[in-house]
């Protein structure tokens, strides 16, 4: 399935692997994002705690504030548009944004079709909570998927959820026979040359990575050692109460996420992590990671 | 043989990857006493300024300077930035190693990433191989101990010098791993 473009479009989510994505929401912070060491920042004009606080339609960012963000960092860009909105994935694509996550944390276009990505150069990041819903981003082109976890809620519940859905159904696939892969690849809703994929690698055909809920250092250990292959934190450093510093530990163990000596000295001293949410305070249509399918 | 992986940020599974196919042990270095015992080193594509910035802060500097000494190095993409001695734009010097040096992101972002065929100097033959361009870096001034030993079009993008081994694309991305064997049996 690794034509070219193809090629190019993984290879930069294989670049990010083993690091941190950071929400910002304007050139200060991703300048703070970057100096903590962030492999790339998202750029978005409320960070999604924020968006749950103000209610209302989240769309796409000002192209302006982007292209603000872009001057001021050297590593890669990234920004959302809303699930099945692709003009505001050709604008993103236009503004040169290097990847682009078609989110669930905006609130989307279209409730039954995502974008067709495969017509796009710039390389695409989606959401799932199952395998079933990974491999049907991927068949559609995302070149990274993500666990979608509860962004905004400072809660890694939803996360761990999702994580031990995507990592079980891929050792189970593992141990099918092929004549079994049919009828699996029909009850996921899944193509089936995907599922056979899953089977023979043991992987997902693109990166992993993980979101929505990372709050602290030993969060992100726990993602990184649950399979992630890099961890989105969005709302967990800007809405802690020493952000730079923050930052600065969950890279740390991220990268160190199976020493926990490292990941303790990286946890001391940080001030107060944001306040969490617990899921039942969350009305069940005013769950993030339910939208899409 | 045993080939360490920097692995603090970046595509180093696929590098180990690469070593394993051809038949070597790859381990993932991120301590100072790992390094030890590596025969050889490769540092991965990924964000040379959190590679750079981890190096410092995890005090790993001194221990890769001492290891470049006597042992061979091949850095990819980030890892060339990493090797070379071009300060700007990095948190922290580089290691300095390889006199070039090079501009980060020099062909743009993302979009203008490609794939395109790369002609390289490998045990004296020239050989084609598909060279994999991720937001990749271009060496703009080399010292007179490098040598370029291979080309896009007329571009240098692959550069040795002594034990030090290093280019702008990304071998451990296609499953031709011919310079990875370069970089084991002769260098």
């Known amino acids: 399935m690794l034509n070219k473009d193809f090629l190019v479009k993984v290879g930069l989510a294989e670049m990010l692997k083993g690091g941190v994505i950071m929400d910002v929401t304007n050139a200060e912070q991703a300048k703070i994002a970057e100096d903590a060491g962030a492999v790339a920042v998202m750029a978005l004009e409320r960070i999604p705690a924020d968006i749950r606080a103000d209610g209302g339609v989240a769309r796409m960012s000002n192209p302006k504030m982007i292209k603000e963000i872009q001057k001021v960092v050297s590593i890669p860009v990234m920004a959302k548009c809303r699930i099945g909105h692709f003009a505001e994935a050709q604008v993103l694509q236009s503004i040169g944004v290097d990847f682009v996550d078609e989110s669930e944390v905006l609130t989307p276009a279209d409730e039954k079709n995502h974008i067709w990505k495969h017509d796009f150069k710039v390389p695409f990041v989606c959401g799932c909570r199952d395998i079933g819903e990974a491999l049907r981003r991927i068949a559609e082109g995302a070149a990274m998927i993500r666990t979608k976890g509860e962004a905004g809620s400072g809660n890694i519940v939803e996360a761990v959820r999702h994580m031990r859905s995507v990592q079980g159904s891929i050792r189970q696939i593992q141990t099918l026979a092929y004549d079994e892969l049919t009828a699996y690849a029909k009850n996921i809703g899944a193509p089936l040359e995907l599922v056979q994929y899953v089977k023979e690698n043991g992987k997902l055909p693109v990166p992993n990575f993980s979101a929505g809920g990372i709050a602290t250092p030993a969060d992100a250990a726990l993602m990184m050692q649950l399979g992630a292959e890099t961890n989105f934190v969005g709302s967990g450093i800007f809405k802690s109460e020493d952000p730079a510093a923050r930052a600065k530990a969950i890279v740390m163990a991220t990268t160190h996420y199976n020493d926990p000596d490292i990941v303790a000295r990286a946890s001391e001293g940080l001030g107060e992590a944001m306040p969490g949410l617990e899921m039942s305070a969350i009305p069940e249509d005013e769950q993030l990671n339910k939208r899409g399918w | ?187």
Do not use: W
Request: include cysteine; glycine fraction near 6%.
């Open chain 2, 1 to 187: 043989m045993t080939i360490g992986v920097l692995a603090l940020q970046g595509d180093y599974f696929k590098h180990a990857q690469a070593v394993q196919r051809l038949g070597h042990d790859a381990i993932y270095v991120k301590d100072s006493a790992t390094l030890a015992a590596c025969q050889k080193l490769i540092i991965p594509g990924g964000e040379s300024t959190t590679i750079i910035r981890l190096i410092e802060e995890l005090e790993l500097r001194n221990a890769l300077l001492d290891f470049a000494k006597q042992h061979s190095i091949m850095g990819t993409c980030a890892g060339l930035i990493v090797l070379a001695n071009t300060k700007e734009g990095l948190p922290f010097p580089p290691l300095g190693v390889l006199d070039v040096e090079v501009e980060r992101n020099a062909y743009g972002r993302q979009i203008n990433s490609f794939v395109d065929s790369v002609r390289l100097n490998l045990f004296d033959k020239m050989v084609e191989m598909e060279g994999v361009f991720i937001r990749a870096p271009k060496i703009r001034k080399m010292g007179k101990s490098v040598k370029a030993i291979g080309y896009h079009k007329e571009v240098v993008v692959a550069v040795r010098q002594k034990q030090i081994l290093a280019v702008s694309f990304h071998p451990e991305l296609t499953e031709d791993f011919r310079l990875h064997q370069y970089f084991i049996e002769a260098i």
